[in-house]
């Protein structure tokens, strides 16, 4: 099979799908360019083996058709300024304009397409879409796996116009790498650390990992489902009625399985979701009325940070408290300290989720840690053992 290392460039226009779905202010400044970022060794790695560029990417969610805020044109000052070089534009990802300035590419350039999803066809995976899309380039290279979880026409359907010539960029082939160690090759200890507001996109993966893991560390919002189940009084608590018997299920499956269950036994629980709001440290389970956990408290921060300095495979997705608030921040910082200090020891370490990233990157740890995701969703379903249609279009056939 090609990769992005034994494929000959020279010459060639390579169609790079890439997830530039980043976050945009007022202003439309880039205020988190971590996926930008990430893209380029895969871009320079073309430009330098002799071939040209035209990346194309979604941004956000236009409803119907191209709308000013959402056009990737305000990506460009941000790319310029990172390649080092100019990076052309079309206003239109398919058409004659596209058409014209892919075909004039010279080795070393890069050209920008306007956003995928201002075609429906885009997210319904249209083949005459994908069809011309693919004519702009003479090899695929998928690097958004932010998206390799959708079957859409720039992510899948495009890849079988390119039968002898598609590949996986670099952010591809490290996430693979980076899961398949966890899920296949995972040193033991095994810690997964699942948090967050809902239970309900995590359950799946929850009963998924209890298969796999030693420990498995419950916090965020999603613990108070669980607590629940185990017949504790979780106040205003954030809860998912409909899932408390499913996450007695999971606490059982876990004893069957001889999991140790992390809940946590303490909160800092809230008058209000609200940074200013008066504040108690209570029992997890015993949460009054009137008040809503927002953070994990000391005593769970302990036991859980224990056990992550145990591990030598530790997978995170999901805050343990509302980290956005200062005031319930206390425990994810802990927890992302703790893995960070575990990664040093010498534990793999695989941090997934926005969220998590955000936290990660919000307390200057991305480097001590082993491998941080870029696609959440994706990792998940990678994870629950789901084929992703973006990593089967590249491989199969
Ligand atoms: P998710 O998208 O399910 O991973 O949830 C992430 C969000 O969960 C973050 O924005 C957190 O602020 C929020 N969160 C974490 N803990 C709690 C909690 N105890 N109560 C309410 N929201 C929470």
């Known amino acids: 099979m090609n990769n992005i290392d034994n494929y000959n460039f020279s010459g060639k226009k390579a169609l790079v799908r890439v997830d530039f779905n980043v976050p945009l202010n007022d202003n439309f400044e880039i205020t988190d360019t971590t996926r930008i970022d990430a893209a380029l060794p895969t871009i320079s790695k073309i430009i330098d083996g002799g071939g040209s560029v035209i990346l194309m990417s979604h941004l956000g969610r236009p409803k119907t058709g191209p709308e000013g805020k959402f056009s990737l044109k305000h990506l460009l000052p941000y790319l310029r300024e990172k390649l080092g070089m100019e990076v052309q534009f079309a206003d239109d990802c398919i058409g004659e304009q596209a058409k014209k300035k892919a075909g004039a590419l010279k080795p070393g350039e890069v050209l920008l397409?306007?956003?995928?999803?201002?075609?429906?066809?885009?997210?319904?995976?249209?083949?005459?879409?994908?069809?011309?899309?693919?004519?702009?380039?003479?090899?695929?290279?998928?690097?958004?796996?932010g998206t390799a979880h959708r079957a859409h026409a720039s992510t899948a359907i495009i890849a079988q116009f390119f039968p002898d010539d598609k590949l996986f960029g670099y952010i591809m082939e490290n996430e693979i790498r980076s899961i398949d160690k966890v899920i296949h090759d995972s040193g033991k200890p095994f810690t997964a650390i699942l948090g967050g507001a809902k239970v309900s996109g995590k359950i799946e993966i929850i009963n998924k990992l209890l298969d796999k893991v030693d420990n498995m560390i419950i916090g965020g919002g999603m613990m108070f489902t669980f607590i629940k189940a185990m017949g504790g009084n979780i106040g205003n608590s954030l809860v998912e009625e409909?899932?408390?018997?499913?996450?007695?299920?999971?606490?059982?499956?876990?004893?069957?399985?001889?999991?140790?269950?992390?809940?946590?036994?303490?909160?800092?629980?809230?008058?209000?979701?609200?940074?200013?709001?008066?504040?108690?440290?209570?029992s997890a389970d015993a949460i009054p009325d009137g008040f809503m956990g927002l953070d994990i408290g000391p005593e769970s921060i302990k036991s859980f940070t224990e056990a992550i300095g145990r591990s030598a495979t530790i997978l995170?997705?999901?805050?343990?408290?509302?980290?956005?608030?200062?005031?319930?921040?206390?425990?994810?910082?802990?927890?992302?300290?703790?893995?960070?200090?575990?990664?040093?020891?010498?534990?793999?370490?695989?941090?997934?989720?926005?969220?998590?990233?955000?936290?990660?990157n919000k307390y200057h740890l991305k480097d001590k840690v082993s491998y941080v995701s870029t696609g959440g969703g994706a990792m998940l379903e990678y994870i629950e053992g789901k084929e992703l249609p973006g990593v089967r279009a590249v491989m199969g056939g």
Do not use: C, H
């Open 242 to 282: 409909d899932l408390v018997e499913t996450a007695k299920k999971a606490l059982d499956k876990a004893k069957e399985l001889g999991v140790n269950f992390y809940i946590p036994s303490d909160a800092i629980a809230a008058a209000a979701f609200d940074n200013d709001a008066i504040t108690k440290l209570v």
């Open 113 to 145: 397409l306007e956003n995928l999803r201002f075609y429906k066809e885009e997210t319904k995976g249209g083949e005459e879409f994908a069809s011309k899309l693919a004519s702009l380039g003479d090899v695929y290279v998928n690097d958004a796996f």
């Open 316 to 360: 995170w997705n999901g805050p343990m408290g509302v980290f956005e608030m200062s005031n319930f921040e206390a425990g994810t910082k802990a927890i992302a300290k703790a893995i960070a200090e575990a990664t040093q020891k010498g534990a793999f370490s695989l941090i997934g989720g926005g969220d998590s990233v955000a936290a990660i």
